[in-house]
């Protein structure tokens, strides 16, 4: 006997109803879209989320919505407004991307992933999620700062080498464990600037997981979840970081001015901490803007100091989440910049360069460059070797999970 719709329907979300009070539908949702300005959010609440939320359609809001929600109601958790534990209602992707020569490697990959945050310190930060009401210790120290950093260094370590999709809910876990262990432990000054710095790169890190795999409001969410912790602890190299994937995110969101000016923020503050590295891919931060926005000349002098930057060398005070900043990289950012100009000639022979100095062992860049060749090789007239580059890119697909590598590849 099949069960009636009655029996199937979620249950009303009693608690959202309550804290509504007295206001109407379309008041809260005010109140909601208030609150999140408040905090750097955007949500596009109404009335009718607002109904949706208390028939209980919505199980578990987004984490741009668990932010704000957290933000008007301090204090409760997400199960004290009603919602259930996000692993229960998203559950685990079983199957791959569209195209049907990626199916036999997922499972692999995704069995590498589970393995990945499993174990040692990602593991320590993800049980204590809040979900799960796991007790945080009531001291932290030197431990607790070495779990959350070392989580931040495997989490870059897997993405470099196969990308976003697939890691982002598991890293999201730990990103709160890294935070409630900032507020809800007691802790020297000298840990607590510990805690504050882990979790601000692990921020950055799970932002750039979701910009990969193609969750744009939440990869913006986590960078200002960043900066603000930079700014509060004082922190003007986290700052910078948070500043440089901000501007990123701003020009693949085609916030053309927005990029400029994060960009350009960033290269303020990092006038003094001595890293000509770090001045040259925030130079590629502004000039991306730039390009998008057509500003040619401009551009073209924030690509020349770009170079001549990158050419004073490595230095000390280079950040160790610059790794993935090389000449492979340098070209790669300006030949996205010369695309962006309408000049696919030069765009091209940018990124030729940026295939040829990838190292093959990174394969979400290299499919990255080799996409971002074909694109440009296709606009100039040179369909066959498109065809071709295109082919190649193709053939590390099974390996890698990033939804802006497929999406450009689909679009070519």
């Not at 578990?60 to 301090?74: G, K, L, S, T």
């Not at 160790?320 to 030069?346: H, I, K, T, V």
């Not at 070797?385 to 802006?404: D, Y």
């Amino acid at each position: 006997m099949l069960p009636s719709p009655a029996s199937t329907a979620p249950p009303a979300n009693t608690a959202i109803r309550r804290l509504r009070g007295d206001r109407s539908p379309a008041e809260f949702a005010a109140a909601v879209r208030r609150a999140a300005r408040e905090i750097g959010e955007q949500v596009s609440c109404d009335a009718r989320y607002v109904g949706r939320l208390e028939s209980g359609e919505i199980r578990c809001p987004n984490y741009a919505y668990e932010r704000v929600f957290r933000h008007m109601f301090p204090g409760l958790t997400p199960a004290d407004l009603g919602f259930a534990p996000r692993q229960a209602v998203r559950g685990r992707r079983t199957t791959a991307p569209p195209a049907a020569p990626l199916e036999p490697t997922y499972e692999e990959s995704d069995v590498q992933r589970r393995a990945f945050m499993t174990g040692g310190p990602a593991a320590f930060a993800t049980a204590l999620l809040p979900q799960q009401r796991a007790a945080a210790p009531a001291r932290a120290g030197a431990a607790e700062v070495a779990a959350v950093h070392d989580a931040v260094r495997q989490i870059r370590l897997h993405d470099d080498r196969h990308g976003g999709d697939g890691l982002y809910t598991q890293a999201a876990g730990a990103l709160r464990g890294a935070y409630r262990l900032l507020d809800d432990t007691s802790h020297s000054a000298a840990t607590g600037a510990g805690l504050a710095s882990g979790a601000g790169e692990l921020a950055i890190s799970v932002g750039w997981l979701a910009h990969d795999s193609g969750r744009l409001p939440e990869a913006r969410s986590h960078y200002a979840e960043a900066l603000a912790t930079a700014r509060m602890a004082g922190d003007p190299a986290l700052e910078v970081h948070a500043f440089c994937n901000t501007s990123f995110l701003a020009r693949d969101a085609g916030r053309h001015r927005e990029a400029v000016r994060a960009a350009q923020a960033a290269q303020v503050l990092a006038r003094d901490l001595g890293s000509a590295r770090l001045l040259s891919l925030l130079a590629l931060r502004e000039a991306g803007g730039l390009a998008g926005l057509g500003e040619r000349r401009r551009c073209e002098l924030a690509l020349a100091r770009a170079h001549t930057l990158f050419g004073h060398g490595a230095a000390d005070a280079d950040p160790g989440w610059m790794s993935f900043f090389g000449e492979a990289e340098l070209a790669g950012l300006e030949a996205q910049a010369w695309s962006a100009l309408g000049r696919p000639g030069r765009a091209a022979g940018a990124a030729r360069h940026a295939v040829l100095l990838q190292d093959p062992h990174f394969v979400r860049n290299l499919a990255l460059y080799q996409a971002e060749l074909a694109i440009n090789l296709h606009r100039a007239g040179s369909r066959a070797e498109a065809a071709s580059v295109a082919g190649s890119a193709r053939r590390l697909l099974p390996t890698l999970r990033s939804t802006r590598v497929h999406t450009m590849l689909t679009t070519l």
